[in-house]
């Protein structure tokens, strides 16, 4: 029992260390921080910290792996711990929602689709058409557009349709919208995610883990060939171009997240996908497409 006490006394030390060095390296850089600003941060004294880490690069390295281990969870689909609850963690960067560019619509929220909960920050589910259509001329009420009865479709192209719609939120595209909306979220909330992305960046960080970024773009690529695969990018679209778009943007998120929250956020991502999917998407594929990712409780 005193055996079982002593290790995960032991457990709970290094991940505080882990906890603590990953928080400082990300904010202030692996160079400047001192081994003893790490454990004083943690509560843990220097002969605990030197205990389990004989150096400040040892340290780096445990940093670096479990940031590794965490971005292989958000590519295989899995929800982490720290976005479940949407509040940053202690030392992370807030979700401030965007600023609503001037004379945009609100992010508010949006209409709830038929028979479904609210949207969430104003993001179309593309294939939706509106029941007005055109602008009223002034003083003139719109132009209400009847929309068919549900009796005068006939059932098996109605049951195809969402047959065809259910497919196509299962896609290459869709999954590549929620987990890119999954790690800019992972960036917002956890500061081990954000110092393995930093120790891994540039010919400095040998030794200190894995190049997540290089990691992310090799996924991007993975993904979106098998979008063509599917048949679901736009005709004459290459693959290369989609992934520049995709990897330049995310990281450039990702990078200046480390400044200002709101480019972590996910009115931030769901207006880029909002921009892109049209151009990168065939017709058929756009329907049914979530731009602002499908929440993590709904895949």
Request: glycine residues 14%; charged residues 25%; proline residues 5%.
């Given at each position: 029992m005193?055996k079982?006490v002593r ?9 505080a ?5 990953a928080?400082?390296?990300?904010r ?7 081994l ?6 943690a509560?843990?004294s ?7 880490f004989?150096?400040?690069t ?12 965490r971005?292989?969870r ?6 982490l711990?720290a ?11 807030p979700?401030r ?22 949207r ?13 259509e ?12 009847e ?20 497919s196509r939120?299962?896609s290459a ?15 917002g909330?956890?500061?081990?995610l ?7 960046d540039?010919?400095g960080a040998v030794?200190r883990?894995?190049?997540l970024?290089?990691r992310?773009?090799?996924w ?7 979008a063509?695969?599917?048949g679901?990018?736009a ?7 989609a992934?520049?778009a ?6 450039g ?10 480019w ?6 769901t ?5 892109l ?7 058929t ?5 979530m731009?602002s ?5 709904t895949?």
């Amino acid at each position: 029992m005193v055996k079982q006490v002593r290790q995960e006394r032991a457990i709970r030390t290094r991940n505080a260390l882990i906890e603590s060095a990953a928080a400082l390296f990300a904010r202030h850089g692996y160079e400047v921080v001192s081994l003893s600003t790490i454990s004083a941060r943690a509560g843990v004294s220097n002969g605990a910290l030197h205990f389990h880490f004989p150096s400040k690069t040892a340290l780096a390295e445990a940093v670096g792996a479990a940031a590794a281990q965490r971005f292989g969870r958000i590519i295989a689909g899995e929800v982490l711990p720290a976005q479940r609850g949407g509040v940053p963690e202690r030392g992370g960067l807030p979700e401030r929602g965007g600023v609503p560019e001037r004379g945009g619509l609100a992010e508010r929220g949006g209409v709830p689709e038929r028979g479904g909960s609210p949207r969430h920050e104003g993001a179309p589910v593309y294939g939706g058409s509106s029941r007005y259509e055109g602008a009223p001329e002034r003083g003139a009420l719109p132009r209400r557009i009847e929309a068919p009865r549900r009796w005068d479709v006939p059932r098996r192209d109605e049951a195809a349709s969402k047959q065809g719609a259910a497919s196509r939120q299962n896609s290459a595209l869709q999954t590549l919208i929620d987990t890119s909306h999954a790690l800019l979220r992972g960036l917002g909330h956890d500061a081990v995610l954000r110092a393995g992305f930093a120790l891994g960046d540039g010919a400095g960080a040998v030794g200190r883990g894995e190049d997540l970024y290089r990691r992310w773009q090799e996924w991007v690529a993975e993904t979106l060939a098998r979008a063509e695969r599917e048949g679901l990018l736009a005709r004459g679209l290459a693959v290369r171009d989609a992934v520049t778009a995709v990897v330049g943007a995310t990281i450039g998120f990702a990078v200046l997240g480390g400044h200002e929250g709101q480019w972590l956020s996910r009115t931030t991502l769901t207006r880029f996908w909002t921009l892109l999917l049209p151009r990168l998407a065939t017709p058929t594929a756009l329907e049914g497409l979530m731009a602002s990712g499908r929440l993590p409780e709904t895949r």
